[in-house]
């Protein structure tokens, strides 16, 4: 696979960019994707869209039989294509928030006013083994919810479940039990980030320990 990437992050305060005014400490994000589907079977993760993005744009540059899937980072549901339906133009609700699907001309293009409430992973479905297909998106994300990583790009095990804190014990005395709470932590730098992030499938089943161990003291 070759890849070819071109980002650029811009920093607006209340000025206008093309049709949507961005508020003060909003940042405008863009990306070009391209990608060679030579020798590539199945579905190809291209990057990702985190919890917070505004007004998302998802384009094809150019006419490709290729066919956009997108899916809930979250939960692992696809909410267009990818469960075998035909692709074609329409409107829907998924994620609460309403999404239009463009096709012309062999070009797809999705729309989204969000805000997003989970993160989404977009994806492409090869038609053939030769066709390269460019991919461009943009958002508008307030800057607190700017991903860590910022080329956007998916990484197999980038980021992973640590162990955040331990719940309140269950009783105050005589024996409780507490269990063990998981956030997610990118690996690179160890900063925590949104859970969205994390492969839900991954994340350790939580363990309790006793606490708490003193007697009770009789009230007087």
């Known amino acids: 696979i070759s890849k070819q990437l071109t980002c650029c992050f811009f920093l607006f305060e209340g000025k206008t960019r093309g049709a949507f005014t961005l508020p003060k400490g909003a940042r405008n994000v863009y990306l070009n994707e391209t990608e060679d589907f030579r020798n590539v079977l199945g579905f190809l993760k291209m990057f990702l869209i985190p919890p917070g993005a505004r007004h998302v744009i998802i384009q094809e540059h150019e006419a490709s039989p290729q066919m956009l899937a997108i ?11 990818g469960r075998g339906e035909e692709a074609r133009s329409r409107s829907f609700i998924d994620l609460g928030v309403e999404w239009d699907y463009i096709i012309e001309d062999d070009e797809e293009t999705l729309y989204t006013d969000g805000p997003l409430h989970d993160a989404v992973v977009v994806l492409i479905i090869p ?9 461009m998106y943009k958002y508008i994300i307030h800057e607190d919810s700017v991903p860590v990583n910022n080329n956007n790009v998916i990484q197999e095990d980038t980021y992973e479940w640590a162990l955040k804190s331990w719940s309140q014990c269950s009783r105050p005395c005589s024996g409780g039990f507490q269990y063990t709470k998981y956030g997610c932590r990118k690996k690179g730098d160890s900063k925590m980030v949104h859970r969205g992030y994390c492969d839900v499938s991954k994340k350790p089943k939580p363990i309790r320990r006793m606490c708490n161990l003193q007697d009770c003291t009789q009230p007087q």
Do not use: C, E, F
């Open 127 to 135: 038609q053939d083994n030769k066709t390269r297909s460019t991919l």
């Open 71 to 81: 899916k809930n980072q979250v939960t692992g549901r696809y909410i267009l294509n």
